[in-house]
Nanobody
Framework: QVQLVESGGGLVQAGGSLTLSCAVS????????MGWFRQAPGKERDFVAA????????YYADSVKGRFTIYRDIADSTVLLQMNSLKLDDTAVYYC???????????????????WGQGTQVTVSS
């Protein structure tokens, strides 16, 4: 079992920065991949970024490459998403998720993930 609690969302102007945090609790975290997804009103839930807790491999959606950085703080058991150069299109509810990694797991697919946080709203204004 893994529990996830997001924080750090808010209102920010276009071009600004925001850091989301996901507090992770559970056992054997080394075999999990942690992901961030987002969902805008009327749209599907989209992959944003993911990181393998044990090996620190990272994955990014093309739309956020070079702007967003995912990393984990082992001491605090948190996964963070640093978001820079925010755009209006980044407005969404952001969700933290976890998946127990086995061979063939696609870290970019929301269907792979078993555990989800409650979400945190990010609103980018012009």
């Amino acid at each position: 079992q893994v529990q996830l609690v997001e924080s750090g969302g808010g209102l920010v102007q276009a071009g600004g920065s925001l850091t989301l945090s996901c507090a992770v609790s559970g056992r054997a975290l080394d075999i999990y991949t942690m992901g961030w997804f987002r969902q805008a009103p009327g749209k599907e839930r989209d992959f944003v970024a993911a990181i393998n807790w044990g090996k620190e491999n990272t994955y990014y959606a093309d739309s956020v490459k070079g702007r967003f950085t995912i990393y984990r703080d082992i001491a605090d058991s948190t996964v963070l998403l640093q978001m820079n150069s925010l755009k209006l299109d980044d407005t969404a509810v952001y969700y933290c998720a976890a998946v127990w990694v086995v061979a063939g797991t696609d870290p970019t697919s929301s269907f792979e993930y078993s555990y989800w946080g409650q979400g945190t709203q990010v609103t980018v204004s012009s």
